[in-house]
Structures are given as structure tokens and as C-alpha cells.
């Protein structure tokens, strides 16, 4: 059923969103032993990337989902004009040189509006710097159109930057910490739990994963 909802989610575009769509599963009519099996979890996903090679992230929630979206972050490509083999001063287009980034943004409903972000930022350091000052200035904006104006916030990923940093350029608080990669011996925390609105329920935990290069981060959040 997961590799169902991953398949039907794939063709999604950058801003689609569901609004219109059901907003709870109970909204759906018949088909009860379906609905008791997703009612487990809401499972969306965005994959990009050349035929030979993609990129993906996931947010998993047993929360309902008012809706959620898609975004294509900033991110960066070459200034000199080239051709696909690479040569200059060929008419072609400009070549990207990194992978395009991704974010899915979900309004939950947790018995207040909740605004989740799940992304996985660039490697480069100016460039994840920029990425996740744009979605500083974007989430608020989504949250607004969504009609849930102030609403606390969430953004969850592998940000390829240290704690130091993310208190050093963001605006969000920090609300775990631990070592997380690499997985088989962490000596870095690049994965993070960040929130506005939001504050630790109690000390985070570290979980290994045999189906990942990282370890889980694992936190327990409260609304302020």
C-alpha cells in the first residue's frame, strides 16, 4: 500500500495542492478495510532527478492533513552558457550542478494548526545558508493562505549544516540534539527537529537504521 501512495504521489507538480480534496479519511465514502489501513499513517512524497538517478523525501504522519504541497527550493546553476557535452560557447541551456532540492509542506491538524516541513538541503554551505532562509520567508506566507495565520511551525531534514550554524543564521529554535551521522559511528548532527511556536517535550534520542547512511533523529515536541 506504501509503494501504492509513493507511486500515485510521484507526478505531483511543485505547488499542487489538495485542499479540495477529502480532509480526513473518514471523509471518503465505502472501501472501510483501505481506509483502517492508511488511517496508520499519510504518506507523501516528491522525487526528482534524471531518468538514471532520482532524489526523494518523505513525510510520514498519523495526524489528519488539511493539505500540503510541494516546493522546488533555490538552488544553483552555472553562469557560463554550455551545451549538454559541457563545451562552451555552444547555444544550449545552463547546466545545473546541483541536484534540484526539494521540500513537502503539510498543514496538520493536531488539535491546533500545525504547519510541518520535511527537506533535505544542498551540501554547500552558502547555498543551504540561502535555502533555508527562503523557506524562513516562505512557510509563514503558506501558512497565512492556508488560513492558519500564526500558526506554530516545523521543519524536519537533513540541513547538511551543524547546531552552530543553525543558531548562528536561523530563526528557528532548535528543539533536539545528537549526533547523527555518519550512521555506524556518528561524530555529527546535520539531521534536525527546528521549530517556531514550538519547545522540547523531554531529551532527544538517537535510533540506528540499517536502510540509511544516517541516524534517525527521534524528538518529542510540545506547543508552547
Known sequence: MAEDILRAAV????????SLRPKFLSD?????KIKDNLSVFIFAAALRGRRRSGYGIALATRLPVLS??????????????????????VAGRYIRFEEQRMAIVAALDAGRPLLVCATHLAPNSALN???????????PRIARRRGIRGAPILVLGDL????????RESGLGVLAEGLTYPEDAPDAQIDHVLGW??????????????????AGLVADVEFE
Open 197 to 214: 511556536g514550538m519547545v522540547p517535550g523531554g531529551e532527544a534520542s538517537i535510533v540506528h537504521l540499517p536502510v540509511s547512511d544516517h
Open 68 to 89: 500540503w504541497k510541494v516546493l522546488r527550493l533555490p538552488s544553483w546553476k552555472s553562469p557560463i552558457r554550455r551545451d549538454l557535452f559541457g563545451e562552451r560557447g
Open 129 to 139: 545558508s540561502r535555502q533555508l532562509a527562503w523557506l524562513e520567508r516562505r512557510l
Open 160 to 167: 547538511n549544516m551543524d547546531v552552530e550554524k543553525v543558531r
Open 28 to 32: 471518503f465514502l465505502g472501501q472501510t
Open 11 to 18: 507526478p505531483m507538480e511543485e505547488d499542487q495542492d489538495l
